[in-house]
């Protein structure tokens, strides 16, 4: 074994070498190692600058590699050294695992496998040598620009800094913890409240951290304690550090912070009450100071359903609404939102319509002065802060959504009108429909209200400009994706001879070479694709055209002082003031796009203007909260 790998199995410190190979934990035949239960009481030996990173990892994770994403992100972050350590709570008094290896861009801390994640994180610190570290378990995601922020969050008074971690679903799994009585276990603060409300909460002091995943000097990095229950573990950590070096910690929002695995469960042992204990006859008042920022209060602490007799019951604080926010929701200046919609949380959905749709009209209700928070397919329920939300309102797509228990129910069909059923328009409060014909029709069928409320853009993004030179020479535009099947207004266009050029998933193999010239345009690119192109495309799905439905590309488009061609829509020639045209055959899509735009640069400008202004989300916001107003005005009589 190799003499920097015998000290980490003896816990005696050493500079780390580097690695010349990748690991390979089955790589040598080395005898398994027995469980590590010790617990290294070895100091850091902190430099002048630079920060290393520990990142601990599950056993099982460690042979799977998935510590391996923590690393490069780290790596790419600029750290000094990172170094793996790896534990396993549920390892038993005769488990053995085969060595902890060094890597290429890592060192291992030691070669055998703590019995604890604290016994993980004391075996690595006297491997530290940067000024700060940053120790993130491997189940935490953390983007590379990530680390620099929970560095710079480091201060004078803000000893640890603590990144707000989501769950999958994009809502909070925790922003920092909080210490309902003394000792008793934390509780995570904003545990299952929508991302947006963390984010108030930059620079706010907390309790303690009870995630994985914080930032703090090398210096006063203190000695880990002994405990399975991880939590325990990482709260005793963060806030000893914090004491030891008079300062407190601070929550630090950095937008996808993600839990990829479960940490949820607590194994109760002694080591974990005697941890707890260091709290005895300690008070915190951070949970009033941190939900205060939005207008919340504290709840009276409960515990978890969830728990058995070997298990720790898991304090929850729940935020309830505060004399300030009771007041403006009393007169109905201040509503709360949610908005839900179809698309998946995270990156999955960042290039589904409904997220930019949803985020366009969230910012035109916020400066009607409405607080909103818009929640993705996993999160329409949400068991710990839905009984906040005033207003549940639904961009209906493709997904029929569970109503809200107790807010004012609003559904807004903007797509796929053949998807809903009279049951569904029944359970909500107030309805809109982005189809006049199909809502005028459907009223009458149902006897249910449905006033038309069409789609929208945002003036601010989509307005007139000069062409943009990335475009130069752009003729006839379409963007949008298929499956695997040639839309009819690009298979016309084709048809037709137009100099095409095609933006969207799906077109492999389906037009002529040259046409397709990627896979997606950034939202905020279109503007500028718009502006430059002579002409643009647009279609519709049949029972969107067949009711009324117009695309959403038809307002941003037309707005951004665009011509436009598109498959007939009832109602959509008198509405854009001559910059959308319809055609019906091959013939007429190619006179269309020879003939081109006869209005001059002025008349584009003042008419993409009017359309920006008259069909603005801030124009719909106000109908829906007018709308919504007068429901909850009329059922409190």
């Known amino acids: 074994m190799a003499r920097a790998g015998l000290r980490r199995l003896l816990g005696r410190p050493g500079s780390p070498e580097p690695a010349t190979s990748a690991p390979d934990p089955t790589d040598g035949g080395e005898t398994s190692l027995p469980v590590d239960t010790s617990l290294v009481t070895d100091a850091p030996r902190p430099g002048d600058g630079g920060f290393d990173v520990v990142v601990t990892v599950a056993e099982s994770a460690y042979r799977d590699g998935a510590y391996l994403a923590a690393v490069a992100a780290a790596r790419a972050a600029g750290a000094a050294s990172v170094v793996v350590s790896a534990y396993d709570v549920h390892a038993g008094p005769t488990s053995v695992y085969p060595a902890v290896v060094d890597g290429d861009d890592h060192v291992a801390a030691r070669a055998t496998v703590a019995a604890t994640w604290g016994g993980a994180v004391a075996a690595a610190r006297p491997l530290l040598t940067s000024a700060s570290v940053v120790v993130q378990d491997a189940s935490v995601t953390v983007p590379v620009d990530g680390y620099g922020r929970l560095l710079r969050a480091l201060g004078q008074e803000a000893r640890v800094a603590l990144a707000v971690v989501r769950t999958g679903d994009d809502v909070v799994a925790s922003a920092g913890a909080v210490l309902p009585r003394a000792t008793a276990p934390v509780a995570s603060l904003l545990r299952g409240h929508p991302a947006e409300d963390a984010e108030v909460l930059d620079g706010v002091a907390v309790f303690a951290a009870d995630e994985p995943c914080f930032a703090t000097r090398t210096a006063d990095l203190a000695a880990p304690v002994r405990t399975v229950d ?263 266009a084709v048809a037709a001879g137009a100099d095409m050029a095609v933006w969207g998933e799906g077109w492999e193999g389906l037009l002529p070479e040259g046409v397709h010239r990627g896979v997606f345009v950034p939202n905020d690119e279109l503007p500028a694709l718009y502006r430059s192109a002579r002409v643009v495309l647009n279609d519709h799905w049949d029972d969107m055209a067949r009711d009324g439905f117009l695309s959403n590309r038809l307002f941003d488009a037309a707005a951004s002082g665009a011509l436009v061609v598109t498959d007939p829509v009832p109602g959509v020639d008198e509405l854009f003031h001559g910059a959308v045209r319809t055609y019906d055959s091959v013939e007429a899509l190619q006179a269309l796009v020879a003939g081109g735009e006869a209005a001059t640069d002025e008349q584009r400008r003042v008419r993409g203007e009017r359309i920006g202004a008259e069909h603005s989300f801030a124009r719909r916001a106000a109908v829906l909260l007018d709308a919504v107003r007068s429901a909850r005005a009329a059922s409190a009589r």
């Open 230 to 492: 991880t939590r325990t573990a990482v709260a005793r950590l963060t806030r000893d550090t914090a004491d030891g070096a008079d300062g407190d910690c601070v929550v630090v929002p950095l937008g996808r912070v993600y839990r990829t695995t479960a940490l949820r469960e607590r194994r109760y042992d002694t080591d974990a009450a005697d941890a707890l204990l260091a709290w005895g006859g300690r008070t915190d008042d951070t949970a009033t100071a941190a939900l205060g920022r939005l207008g919340f209060v504290p709840g009276v602490p409960s515990a978890d359903q969830v728990g058995a007799p070997v298990a720790l019951r898991e304090p929850i604080v729940r935020a309830e609404r505060g004399p300030g926010r009771l007041t403006l929701l009393d007169r109905g200046e201040r509503l709360r939102w949610s908005i839900r919609i179809a698309a998946h949380p995270g990156p999955r959905g960042d290039d589904w319509g409904d997220t930019f749709f949803a985020r366009d009209l969230a910012a035109a209700l916020r400066s009607l002065g409405q607080e909103v928070v818009i929640d993705h397919r996993e999160s329409h329920v949400r068991p710990f802060s839905e009984h906040l939300d005033d207003v549940a309102l639904t961009l209906r797509g493709l997904d029929d959504t569970p109503v809200h228990p107790s807010a004012t129910n609003v559904l807004w069909v903007i797509s796929h009108p053949d998807l809903l059923t009279p049951a569904e328009l029944a359970r909500y409060d107030l309805r809109f429909a982005a189809g006049p014909a199909w809502a005028s029709r459907t009223a009458s069928s149902t006897g249910l209200p449905i006033a038309p409320l069409l789609q929208a853009t945002d003036p601010a993004r989509f307005h007139p400009g000069s062409q943009d030179p990335a475009y130069a020479g752009l003729d006839t535009a379409f963007v949008g994706k298929t499956r695997a099947v040639f839309r009819p207004v690009v298979r016309d």
